[in-house]
């Protein structure tokens, strides 16, 4: 596209929607300069054109209906910021599309359950959809996988994903608070959502990941194989063993390929306290990936916010206007195998156990003799101290196996469970060494 213009329509004024509008009406001359475009608003369209905003909007026309806007003539890009996985905002990116308008989006519900079908559908009207801001805001992860490092043959993708959940671990390990605690926290200072199920119960991060391992791995994009478990039942005692072991607890996404078949994951994991993603702390978010021809390489920075995630936009406006045409998803629509996933059943690894058990005599034996006949070796088991639990005799247990897999685990505690009476069911969390 060699014009000297660029037209785009902003559907969605929450905060990245003003925040695309303040980047242009600050940056306009640097954007100018790099484009030799003149990008103009030609619409913007909200559920409530009165609502108090923190961006003067009075200048640029506005539209009831989003889906007019999407079909104007006039129009050169749609950007969609609306969010939500159906609805209006489906509505609108298929308008945008079928009036073969490019479409950009921050939408990553919108792509992870409808994906591969509005990407065969840009296809089919020789449009395109770009979405660096629906991953790990400003971090140019979409670019670096389906660009940068497009020759390598991707092994495993692990991520921080979700700045929400960040946060909370985060809170929780430096203040010794509560997860309800540091969930009031984040929610005062503006890092949770008034309603944060999405987050803390690991859908959001997972929406991010089954776009990346699509990308990554070249393979349609497969939502519902990812098995996916929040933050929710992690407790500061969780938290403060770990410490003690040398972990950090981090909410990950991990794509990872093994014998071609995938396992995609959302769960909480020990990660080496050492560890490079250990390091991300807060709200923020990381990608590792690793590569045939890079080994291992780690992308950090904002994952959300007004403008780091509106400047990701930019990124891909700029995209239109340079023409890039790569393929949406890094590889040719009728180049990507169908998702062959795997279970994590047989997946190797060494796990963190926190049971809580009656204090009397016999109980660490039964422990030790169940896990022996389980073939299950123990690194390192540990009474601790809790003193809410200390009137009722009950007392936290932790362990640290060595490599073993789920089948043997759950089988495991299933039996310490029979044998020892608990109130609580054992906290499980895999180690990703
Ligand atoms: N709610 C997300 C998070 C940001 O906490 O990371 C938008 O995807």
């Not at 929610?187 to 987050?199: C, Q, S």
């Not at 990308?215 to 063993?241: E, Y």
Request: hydrophobic share 40%; charged share 25%; proline share 3%.
């Amino acid at each position: 596209m060699n014009k000297k213009t660029l037209k785009i329509g902003i559907v969605g004024l929450g905060s990245v929607g003003q925040g695309v509008i303040k980047i242009l009406q600050d940056n306009s001359e640097l954007i100018k300069k790099k484009t030799n475009t003149d990008i103009q608003i030609i619409g913007i369209c909200a559920k409530d054109k009165n609502k108090k905003r923190d961006i003067a909007i009075h200048k640029y026309k506005w539209f009831d209906n989003p889906k007019s806007l999407a079909e104007d003539k006039s129009l050169d890009v749609l950007i969609e910021l609306i969010g939500g996985e159906d609805g209006i905002a489906l509505e609108v990116v298929e308008s945008a599309i079928s009036s073969n308008k490019h479409v950009i989006t921050a939408n990553k519900a919108l792509l992870a359950k409808h994906g591969n079908y509005l990407f065969g559908l840009a296809e089919k009207n020789k449009v395109t959809i770009l979405y660096e801001a629906a991953v790990a805001g400003a971090i140019p992860i979409i670019k670096t996988l389906r660009e940068s490092t497009a020759s390598n043959d991707i092994s495993a993708l692990y991520g921080i994903l979700n700045g929400t959940c960040n946060y909370i671990l985060t809170s929780m390990e430096r203040d010794s608070i509560t997860f309800d605690e540091a969930l009031e926290k984040a929610k005062e200072l503006g890092f949770a959502e008034a309603d944060p199920t999405f987050d803390i119960e690991g859908y959001d991060a997972a929406h991010k990941l089954s776009i990346l391992a699509s990308v990554s791995f070249s393979q349609s994009i497969a939502f519902n194989d990812i098995s996916i478990q929040g933050i929710k039942n992690i407790s500061l005692d969780d938290i403060l063993a770990a410490k003690d072991y040398g972990y950090k607890i981090k909410l990950l996404g991990i794509a990872k390929k093994n014998y071609n078949k995938l396992t995609q994951n959302v769960r909480p994991c020990l990660v080496p306290s050492e560890s490079q993603l250990a390091k991300i702390d807060w709200e923020k978010n990381a990608v590792v990936i690793k590569g045939g021809f890079f080994g291992e390489l780690t992308l950090s920075g904002p994952g959300a916010g007004r403008l780091p995630t509106a400047s990701a936009v930019f990124g891909d406006i700029f995209d239109i206007i340079n023409e890039t045409n790569y393929p949406s998803l890094g590889t040719p629509l009728s180049n990507l195998s169908e998702n062959i996933s795997s279970d994590n059943y047989n997946e190797k690894a060494r796990f963190y156990l926190r049971f809580l058990l009656p204090d009397v005599s016999g109980t660490m034996a039964s422990i030790t003799n169940i896990m022996a006949k389980n073939n299950i070796s123990i690194d390192d088991i540990t009474q601790r101290i809790s003193k809410k639990m200390f009137k009722q005799n009950l007392v936290p247990i932790t362990i640290i196996t060595s490599t073993t897999d789920f089948v043997s685990i759950n089988k495991a505690v299933e039996d310490i469970n029979k044998n020892n009476y608990s109130p609580i069911s054992p906290n499980i969390i895999i180690i990703e060494d």
